[in-house]
């Protein structure tokens, strides 16, 4: 479940990060392969943020890694939830970047199988992994 707002009692084990990463109205969505944690599910490119590096430096690192992008300027944090899994809590910081012109994808094949640029009204026909439709809907508020 996610939350807006820290619920009582909440204990984040890690940080997350991840982007709406726009181009022409489309956002970026990568599906997981089978093996992966939620696999064969639609997600924006995101992980989590390593011991000592800061959430930016993370999600750029985290979108070169997955999708071979390099983002040079500037990139936005939009939100920061909460998220509780019955298991762990964690802390979730989401990030939205606009490029000017549509750039090659090349997946990482041992996270990911397909990628797609797709509107948030259509992402949220696809089989998302967890929480991310409540994120779609709040960042692009459509239902």
């Not at 479940?1 to 204990?11: D, K, L, T, V």
């Not at 909460?82 to 990030?95: A, L, N, Q, S």
């Not at 000017?100 to 094949?109: A, L, Q, S």
């Amino acid at each position: 479940m996610i939350f807006r707002e820290r619920p009582e009692g909440f204990s984040s084990r890690f940080d997350v990060v991840s982007c709406f990463l726009e181009y022409d109205g489309k956002i970026l969505l990568l599906l997981r392969q089978d093996h992966k944690p939620q696999g064969n599910t639609w997600g924006v490119p995101a992980g989590k943020v390593d011991e000592g590096e800061s959430k930016e430096d993370s999600i750029r690192r985290e979108i070169a890694e997955e999708t071979g992008h390099q983002i040079e300027s500037s990139i936005t944090l939009f939100e920061t939830e909460y998220v509780r899994y019955p298991e762990y809590d964690f802390t979730y910081h989401i990030f939205h970047h606009t490029v000017p012109t549509r750039p090659d994808i090349v997946i990482e094949p041992s996270e990911h199988k397909e990628y797609r640029w797709m509107t948030p009204h259509d992402a949220l026909q696809l089989p998302l992994i967890q929480d991310e439709d409540a994120c779609i809907k709040l960042f692009y508020e459509v239902t």
